[in-house]
């Protein structure tokens, strides 16, 4: 079993910053992506960014130049440095792990992003 906890969401002015962290426990395979997406109230979840344990990134274009995705190997754990907030980054944020082919979230966290 893979466990996900999120930390870091909340409420923020427009332009401000927020750092997101995700830390993962239990079976974790060597070869693995981590990740945030997001969901916004009446849309679908979509991918902010990704990040392989082999350095690789995706970000979507709508943060391009504004969220920064890392990653510590050793602790299992992905961030996500977040500047320049827009409200339209108002969303439950999700940690994602895809490894074998099999996807794990974690339990989600708000970002508010007031104008």
């Known amino acids: 079993q893979v466990q996900l906890v999120e930390s870091g969401g909340g409420l923020v002015q427009a332009g401000g910053s927020l750092r997101l962290s995700c830390a993962a426990s239990g079976s974790i395979f060597r070869l693995n992506a981590m990740g945030w997406y997001r969901q916004a109230p009446g849309k679908q979840r979509e991918l902010v960014a990704t990040?392989?344990?082999?350095?690789?990134?995706n970000y979507a274009d709508s943060v391009k130049g504004r969220f920064t995705i890392s990653r510590d190997n050793a602790k299992n754990t992905v961030y996500l440095q977040m500047n320049s907030l827009e409200p339209g980054d108002t969303a439950v944020y999700y940690c994602?792990?895809?490894?074998?082919?099999?996807?794990?979230w974690g339990q989600g966290t708000q970002v508010t992003v007031s104008s």
């Open positions: 994602n792990l895809r490894q074998l082919l099999r996807d794990y």
């Open positions: 990040a392989s344990n082999g350095d690789s990134t």
